[in-house]
């Protein structure tokens, strides 16, 4: 890491001076280079949850919180959600360029040669209760993957690294599909390569062998948004895991399969499903103040799932985009006065102008619409979560790529301010 930056922050401790520098990025708040702190003052930093610690160096996406803006490698995610696909916004985390016409082709024929599953993988779904909660199969599933593929294991092999990477990606929205399936009883549906990522996807999930599938070409590209929009979202809690997992020099599947694991969380990915459950929970419009008057209650742990974001503070970029999908998938499918929609379209309206929400800077964040789109298109709340996955699973291994590429790199191991017992003697059993 290069340091051209001059500024220095002075930190003094009982009479003592110790000069710390502060590095620049290209853009955003700048950063106290705190690495040489502990060798020369014996202090560690605290600072849990990471409010104010940048945990790495990155280029991959950048949040500018106050403006609401969302960039993949540069570009505004509200430009690519309409020009771009998803395959291609892949490419660009990736590789850090839009790719040009030939290299799309290229990047596009690979993932499809690799979206089946190993037959063998199948007898691990079987191995499921039928009530699985998808994300324990898709996470189960994913982690299995670490035994299939030998040969593309070795992480400081960058060809291998590729061809994972490929891989999961390829395989992610079969492995999506199949948990879906296999809930329904319904047969697996093998994929066809002949469709696009987010048409074969909506294939896998809703097609059966009885019938021939008609693919809507609105429903399609509002699937291939919400992909756009979920794929990466900087040093998230679960790209962090990724990468702490990543750090250990740990197998490519099973870092992704911890990635999976922490973004289940209601905090985190698994705040769509926990959004729609909300909006059902209230059920009418007359119901909402109790909801809102209890999102307030500090006694009361109830939030407003889909409201609010760590970074964002203005408004959610992603939310604007996808209420605009929103909006066409529910006109499209004529379902614009269901229930479960008019109490999310009235909580909006309620909580935008509440001076509660006003106030902490609440806004209905990526969640609040995208499970209203996926319950539109008929998938149950518990897919919402399993489908961000599918999306994340480019970002994760952007930033997975991106360590590993990173001559510095070093295991990820935070230090901690211990308040525990100090040294006891030991009591034998029979004496406490
Ligand atoms: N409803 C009611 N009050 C809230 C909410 C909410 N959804 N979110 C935050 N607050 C209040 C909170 O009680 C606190 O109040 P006070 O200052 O009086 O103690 C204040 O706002 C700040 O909250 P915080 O927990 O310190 O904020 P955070 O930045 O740590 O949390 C968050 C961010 C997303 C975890 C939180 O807003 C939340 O739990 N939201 C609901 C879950 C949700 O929708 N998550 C999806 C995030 S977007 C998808 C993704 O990128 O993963």
Request: net charge neutral; charged share 25%; hydrophobic share 40%.
């Amino acid at each position: 890491m290069q340091n051209n930056n001059k500024k220095k922050v002075l930190l003094e401790i009982n009479n003592n001076k110790f000069d710390l520098p502060i590095i620049s990025g290209s853009t955003g708040p700048e950063v106290i280079d705190i690495r040489t702190l502990y060798k020369i003052s014996n202090l560690f930093t605290f600072d849990p949850g990471f409010t104010s610690t940048a945990s790495c160096e990155s280029s991959i996406t950048f949040i500018d919180g106050d403006k609401g803006k969302l960039l993949y490698r540069g570009f505004d995610i509200a430009e690519l959600a309409i020009k771009s696909n998803f395959l291609e916004v892949c490419y660009l985390l990736l590789y850090g360029n839009l790719p040009k016409k030939d290299q799309l082709f290229d990047f596009t024929q690979r993932v499809t040669r690799h979206t089946m599953l190993h037959e063998q993988m199948i007898y691990f779904f079987r191995g499921f209760r039928r009530d699985a909660h998808p994300m324990a199969i898709i996470c189960g599933v994913q982690g299995a993957m670490s035994s299939f593929y030998h040969d593309s294991l070795d992480i400081n092999d960058p060809w291998q690294r590729e061809v994972a990477s490929i891989r999961m990606i390829a395989k992610l929205p079969t492995i999506v599909a199949y948990a879906y399936k296999y809930s329904t009883g319904q047969p697996f549906v093998y994929p066809n390569n002949s469709l696009d990522y987010a048409e074969n996807f909506l294939h896998m999930c809703f097609s059966v062998p009885a019938e021939k599938y008609k693919s809507n070409p609105v429903l399609n590209k509002a699937m291939d948004r919400i992909f756009i929009l979920h794929a990466d979202h900087e040093q998230n809690a679960s790209t962090s895991t990724v990468r702490l997992a990543g750090s250990s020099g740990a197998n490519p599947f099973a870092c992704i399969a911890a990635g999976i694991a922490c973004l289940w969380g209601p905090a985190h990915g698994g705040a769509n499903e926990a959004c729609l459950d909300m909006l059902k929970e209230i059920g009418s419009i007359d119901r909402i103040p109790e909801f809102i008057s209890r999102a307030k209650d500090k006694n009361d742990p109830f939030r407003l799932m889909g409201f609010g974001h760590r970074v964002y503070k203005n408004f959610d970029p992603r939310a604007k985009v996808m209420k605009e999908s929103a909006d066409e998938v529910l006109n499209l499918l004529g379902i614009n006065n269901n229930k479960t929609l008019q109490v999310a379209k009235e909580l909006e309206k309620i909580a935008l102008e509440d001076d509660y929400f006003i106030e902490k800077k609440l806004y209905p964040n990526v969640d609040f619409y995208s499970g209203i789109i996926l319950e539109a298109m008929g998938f149950p709340t518990s897919m919402f979560t399993p489908i961000f996955a599918l999306a994340r699973t480019v970002g994760w291994i952007s930033h997975w790529i991106e360590m590993h590429s990173d001559p510095e790199k070093k295991i990820g191991r935070p230090r901690q301010l211990y308040t525990g017992s100090l040294e006891k003697k030991f009591i034998n059993i029979k004496d406490r």
